[in-house]
């Protein structure tokens, strides 16, 4: 993303209201605009630096920027940046308001919104807000499951609004089992988006914080099997107010949709692939819903659990190994039996273990932890597999003579 220059562009890309405006913005407004402008103006050089391309950091219009934002006479600031996307400059506007930068795709609705608003999301760290984060989560979904259809044709020229109608008439000369799942994937974004102004309408709003807690309360009721304890889980977290009750009735919706996607495959090219030469491709970066923690946490379900099963056992494997060549200088004493040796050597080398287990969490970087209730268990199975090993550590049993 660049500022353009002031060369290439005529002043009026910043878009600056009547002097007339009524001074709405205070002073700690005005102060917090000012630093985020310099914050702007910094990222402005530093990308200049990294791309190699002349920023003059005397700009007569950023300058005048920085001016008119200390100003008391305006209510709101707009400017223009552009997003680079295959080669050409995308424009996006950003409004200074009341100590905040909104960026115009907030502000239109997200029927309007086009593939340039959507590379913004996508890869724009956006703040904790449940409004930001719920918006951009409908739009960059309508975009995603749209593309699926309709591929490139969703260009910059065209809006959600027009590109809707192409992929439904995709969808429609192309049916499958599949048509009515994917009719009604579109038909709840629809009504996402119709919910969301609904909520912004509310006297009161969530923080992100309680979204999450409203997120996880949502998540738990549907990993549920048992219809008593569910209503059990539903009376003891039910909504209180009616700003949660409408945005629980968001999450439901949202995780419904997002689960019936995964499930007839419109996310499939996002999922991770252990075949050579696939790389993952991600939804949204750094979006703080859009990820396998919060909505998508279905998307690689399998493909985790798999990875983690294989992950315990190459690590299992390794303490394993480093306890074998430990107990093969430890001792000579034997024991009775294998229960004995791996009981009395858990406590005698609980010390040594630990630090095996340590050592290797820090070599491959995980967290994986054997408690010492379990040496017991992992130096058994040790002294079984191995012959020597077991010999070293355990008599052998005296034959009855006749």
């Known amino acids: 993303m660049s500022w353009k220059l002031l060369k290439e562009q005529p002043p009026e890309w910043i878009n600056l209201p009547n002097l007339d405006e009524h001074k709405l913005r205070t002073s700690k407004d005005r ?4 630093r985020n402008a310099k914050k702007l103006i910094a990222w402005t050089h530093e990308l200049a630096e990294q791309f190699d391309y002349p920023v003059d950091k005397n700009d007569p ?17 707009n400017i223009q940046a552009s997003l680079l996307e295959d080669s050409k400059l995308q424009p996006t506007v950003f409004h200074f308001t009341y100590g905040k930068i909104i960026s115009q795709i907030f502000i239109k609705d997200i029927s309007d919104c086009n593939a340039t608003d959507v590379l913004f999301l996508r890869n724009f760290k956006l703040p904790p807000d449940t409004f930001y984060q719920l918006k951009s989560a409908i739009t960059i ?22 590109a809707l109608e192409l992929t439904l008439q995709e969808i429609k000369n192309k049916p499958s089992p599949n048509q009515k799942a994917q009719e009604d994937i579109f038909l ?18 969530l923080t992100f914080q309680e979204l999450l807690k409203e997120l996880d309360i949502i998540k738990a009721l549907i990993k549920i099997r048992e219809s008593e304890k569910r209503e059990n889980l539903k009376k003891k977290n039910g909504p209180e107010t009616l700003t949660q009750h409408c945005i629980r009735q968001i999450l439901e919706l949202f995780l419904k949709m997002i689960n019936l996607a995964i499930d007839i495959g419109l996310l499939d090219k996002f999922k991770v692939s252990t075949m050579h030469g696939n ?12 990820n396998e923690k919060k909505m998508l946490s279905r998307l690689n379900g399998d493909e985790r659990s798999q990875r983690a099963n294989q992950g315990k056992t190459q690590i299992t494997k390794r303490i394993k190994q480093k306890i074998k060549e430990q107990l093969k200088t430890y001792s000579n004493e034997k024991y009775k039996s294998i229960n004995e040796a ?27 932890q054997y408690g010492e209730d379990h040496y017991f268990e992992l130096l058994k199975s040790i002294l079984r597999a191995d012959t020597e090993l077991k010999s070293q550590y355990t008599r052998k049993p005296l034959k009855n003579n006749k």
């Open 31 to 34: 102060n917090a605009d000012n």
């Open 141 to 162: 979904l309508f975009s995603v499951f749209m593309e699926h259809f309709i591929g490139d044709a969703f260009q910059s020229s065209l809006d959600i609004r027009h």
């Open 61 to 77: 219009v950023l300058n005048q920027l920085l001016k008119q934002i200390q100003s008391g006479q305006y209510k709101e600031i």
């Open 279 to 290: 790389a993952n491709i991600s939804i949204a970066t750094n979006h703080l819903l859009l």
């Open 188 to 205: 709840a974004l629809i009504v996402l988006d119709g919910l969301l102004q609904q909520y912004c309408d509310l006297p009161e709003q």
């Open 342 to 368: 791996a009981e009395q050597l858990s406590l005698l080398l609980a010390d040594e273990i630990t630090q095996i287990i340590h050592d290797d969490q820090q070599s491959y970087q995980h967290n994986f």
